[in-house]
């Protein structure tokens, strides 16, 4: 700039949307005046010729001015910079087109970016007297939506784009006019121009064309410089985006459409526009090699191309859109090599997701069925995978080599595959979507129980189902629903466990016992033993280690069904409580035994197998307990299939059978309910502590002396023998000092327990000249040496060594605390848990005190304060 910009005497405004160079010309024929001196006038640094005559508007000024140059024009024209920067194409970088490095030239390679000149609307041109939009510099303009035409290309006389070259300034602008220079002689065009534009001849289009319904849209996209319709409505993408896709559609639509199919996708008009004459390029004479590649020389090119990318983008949503880009595929399938997820990558640049979204749907019908799943091509936006390999192992690790039983069943058809096999291929696939593994890699993941080659069959076999996208979508749902949320259950780890341990033999034998359940012939505890094994690990029942006797047999298999129908929820518990054990000597202590994904997941989908959830259960129960195979008949009978009848057996067991209907499962039950009548706890109360005889608590409590006995064998307590009791009537002298005198029982409480009157328990004390003690006190010998003693012992002791059986429950205290639970004690020194909890129990509550703070999960059992000084205390006695 060499002086400041001097305001001109006369101003004229650019009109909206108008170019620069239209702008300056237009002011430089309203004052009357030559180009080059108006912009002289701006203190514009001109080019000049040869004999210093000026050459006109630099070409670059009408892409970019620099922050001078805009202020000097605001100054002089009196237009804010703002508006005067918006003159130039820079306005629409970013948007509508890009920048080439350096900012002085639109980059041809991006969005259609056009090298130089501009279509034009005869009309247009007309109506304004000769001013030049701007838009019409773009790749995208093709039409004029107020005049209802298509823009003309080239001037009618000299063939050539117009405002390719700067304007002459020698002489006063009619912008009207082409301003293309003579040619050269040699060149095909010598005449010269100044051909009058406005009496150009351009296609005329009827109202509501599809062409002038694509121009509004594309005019639409760059002034919102985002885009929220059809299958952008979920995501919408930035004005460059969609038109990247529109070019990229487009490009299918120019090289690769054949002109019959052209023909029957858009109106006549248009269709005869494009078709009549070669793509020949104004810019050079020449036919164009891979149109739609760089912007396509003719305005009836960029509206085909446009239109047909339209009639694709403006479906309601990524299927719908899908689906008509289907249709253009195969029309052009026989011109491309291949067409495959991958091959968009060759459609260009910048291209949006949606458009890929759009894509895959489009290729769903040829997909093969894991890439059906990997692409997610049943959700509202199907998408190649962006899982690393890291988030698909740590998505392993939260699934069960034998997929959910509550999942398999829904997933599982009636007939053709077993739900058996198809559990751990279900659980291999859902390590697929979004995830470049391969069916090898998922399956060894998974836990390496089957191959491939395995998950491609039954994979095939899913295909065919007329469910097959709802069940692609519970895989997916199911997907998205492990990625976002922690699983209670570490499967990773679990399948690495040493299993060898599991259910011990005298285990189950206990177990039965405890449970009223016939423990079999060992075929039953086998199965127990592999069904245990496979909640736990997750791993399939014939995984079971050898040295547990697993699963062997077809046979054997079949036979677990009847084991399903069998078991109690007595039994079921108690195995829960074993597996929770199990779980605990391997350090886990967080974890439930099993687990399920929520079913609410596969709410609205249309699958091959029954609900659970939908079986009669009083029905079930009912019918479990009529036949030799009650499982296959029950599935028959509530129309659904034996796994529907198996899971739901196992989440609620049938209620145990009537006690007649078998001697031996009678006598469990019987034992089982007097267990839970009377536990260990009591029994120790009643037998040890109140000193009742096994009649006693018979007729206490209904259960025989037979089941009591064999109660007292399982809660390990001593059973007093005949020298204890009275015989034939006769009080022994020995048994009546030890009762009366040393354990301090009343006369009433003897006599219950021999069955006889107080008044005769007394005639016999005096028979063995035992004083008896005075009615509110204790005032015999034997009963003050005894207190006596207790004065000697220590002071944190003397209230629990005066009942019976105390110094063996002082002993019992002194036993357990080595051991981090009481259950543990319990197993190591061979007595019944509850048994040995009675007696601690008994010995804090006669001291008045807690002796153990009890074990919680990750912290083990370890002695309070005042327990510790008890320990010492009894240490000393025991010494």
């Known amino acids: 700039m060499r002086t400041p910009a001097r305001t001109l005497p006369i101003r004229l405004p650019p009109l909206p949307g108008e170019a620069l160079d239209s702008w300056l010309e237009a002011t430089a024929r309203r004052m009357d005046t030559a180009l080059g001196d108006v912009l002289l006038h701006f203190g514009f640094p001109v080019r000049h010729r040869a004999g210093n005559q000026f050459k006109g508007i630099p070409a670059d000024w009408t892409i970019v001015l620099d922050e001078q140059q805009i202020n000097a024009l605001a100054r002089a024209t009196g237009t804010p910079p703002e508006a005067v920067a918006a003159l130039t194409l820079a306005h629409y970088d970013g948007r509508a087109l890009h920048m080439s490095t350096g900012g002085r030239a639109v980059s041809r390679h991006v969005l259609w970016g056009r090298g130089g000149g501009s279509r034009f609307c005869p009309e247009c041109l007309l109506a304004s007297g000769g001013r030049w939009q701007l838009s019409w510099r773009l790749g995208f303009s093709f039409a004029c939506t107020q005049h209802r035409r298509l823009l003309a290309d080239c001037c009618p006389h000299c063939g050539r784009v117009p405002r390719q070259r700067p304007r002459s300034g020698r002489s006063v602008p009619r912008p009207e006019l082409c301003g293309n220079p003579p040619t050269r002689p040699a060149r095909p065009f010598s005449a010269g121009c100044g051909t009058d534009l406005t009496r150009a001849s351009t296609l005329l289009l009827p109202p509501g064309h599809p062409v002038l319904t694509a121009q509004d849209r594309v005019i639409e996209i760059i002034d919102g410089a985002t885009a929220a319709f059809g299958p952008y409505r979920t995501s919408p993408q930035p004005a460059s985006a969609v038109l990247a896709d529109i070019r990229a559609l487009g490009i299918r639509v120019l090289s690769d459409l054949p002109a019959a199919v052209l023909r029957e996708r858009i109106p006549a008009d248009i269709a005869e526009a494009h078709l009549s004459t070669d793509p020949v390029s104004p810019h050079t004479g020449q036919a164009t090699e891979r149109p739609g590649f760089m912007a396509p020389p003719r305005a009836a090119d960029t509206s085909v191309a446009v239109t047909m990318a339209l009639s694709i983008l403006e479906q309601p949503g990524i299927h719908p859109a899908g689906e008509a880009l289907r249709g253009l595929l195969e029309a052009v399938r026989e011109e491309l090599t291949q067409i495959s997820a991958t091959s968009i990558d060759s459609w260009g640049r910048g291209i949006s997701p949606a458009l890929q979204s759009v894509h895959l749907a489009a290729l769903a019908p040829s997909l ?512």
């Open 368 to 879: 093969r069925p894991s890439e059906y799943v990997r692409y997610r091509i049943t959700t509202e936006t199907p998408r190649r995978p962006t899982r690393t390999t890291q988030g698909i192992e740590q998505r392993a690790r939260k699934i069960p080599t034998m997929f959910w039983p509550s999942w398999t069943v829904r997933l599982t058809p009636p007939e053709g595959i077993h739900a058996r096999a198809l559990a751990p291929v279900l659980a291999a696939l859902l390590l697929i979507p979004d995830s470049r593994t391969s069916l090898d890699q998922a399956a060894e993941l998974i836990g390496d129980t089957i191959d491939g080659i395995e998950v491609s069959r039954l994979l095939q076999e899913l295909n065919a189902l007329p469910q097959w996208p709802d069940i692609v979508t519970a895989l997916d749902r199911l997907t998205g629903h492990l990625d976002a949320n922690s699983t209670p259950i570490h499967y990773g780890r679990r399948r690495l466990l040493d299993y060898t341990g599991l259910l011990p033999h005298a285990r189950w034998l206990e177990i039965c016992r405890y449970t009223g359940t016939p423990p079999g012939t060992g075929r039953r505890e086998r199965i127990a033993r592999s069904q245990l094994f496979q909640r736990l690990s997750g791993l399939p029942a014939e995984s079971v280690p050898d040295a547990l006797g697993g699963l062997d047999s077809a046979e054997f298999r079949a036979t677990a069904l009847r084991f399903n129908a069998l078991q109690t929820s007595e039994l079921v518990h108690a195995l829960r409580q074993e597996a929770l054990a199990f779980l605990a000597s391997h350090h886990i202590h967080n974890e439930p035994v099993t687990w399920q994904p929520p079913t609410t997941l596969l709410a609205g989908l249309s699958l091959p197998g029954p609900d659970p959830a939908h079986v009669d259960l009083p029905r079930l129960h009912q019918l479990v307990r009529e036949r030799q195979h009650p499982v296959q008949h029950a599935a028959q009978v509530l129309g659904t299939t034996v796994e529907a009848i198996r899971h739901a057996l196992d989440e609620h067991p049938a209620p145990a059978p009537p006690l007649t209907k078998n001697a031996a499962r009678a006598t469990g039950r019987i034992r089982q309910q007097a267990r839970q009548a009377i536990p260990a706890e009591r029994f120790t109360q009643l037998y040890l502590d109140e000193r009742r005889s096994l009649q006693q608590i018979a007729t206490l409590t209904g259960f025989s002396r037979r089941v009591l006995t064999d109660l007292a064998k399982e809660y390990r307590i001593p059973l007093r023998g005949p020298q204890d009791h009275k015989r034939r009537g006769t009080i022994e002298r020995d048994w009546l000092i030890e009762q009366y005198v040393r354990r301090r029982r009343t006369l009433p409480d003897l006599a219950r327990e021999t069955g006889m009157s107080p008044a005769n328990m007394a005639r016999w004390a005096h028979i063995h000249n035992i004083p008896l003690r005075p009615r509110g006190g204790a005032s015999h010998h034997s009963t003050l040496r005894t207190a006596d003693e207790a004065e000697a012992l220590p002071a944190v002791l003397r209230k629990a060594l005066t009942g019976p059986y105390a110094r063996q429950r002082l002993a019992r205290f002194l036993a357990v605390q080595p051991y981090p639970t009481l259950t543990e004690a319990a197993q190591d020194l061979g007595i019944h848990q509850s048994a040995l909890v009675a007696q601690i129990n008994r010995l804090e509550d006669d001291l008045g005190q807690p002796l153990f703070e009890r074990a919680e999960r990750g912290r083990a059992m370890k002695l309070t304060r005042f327990g510790k000084r008890v320990a010492a205390a009894a240490q000393l006695i025991k010494e």
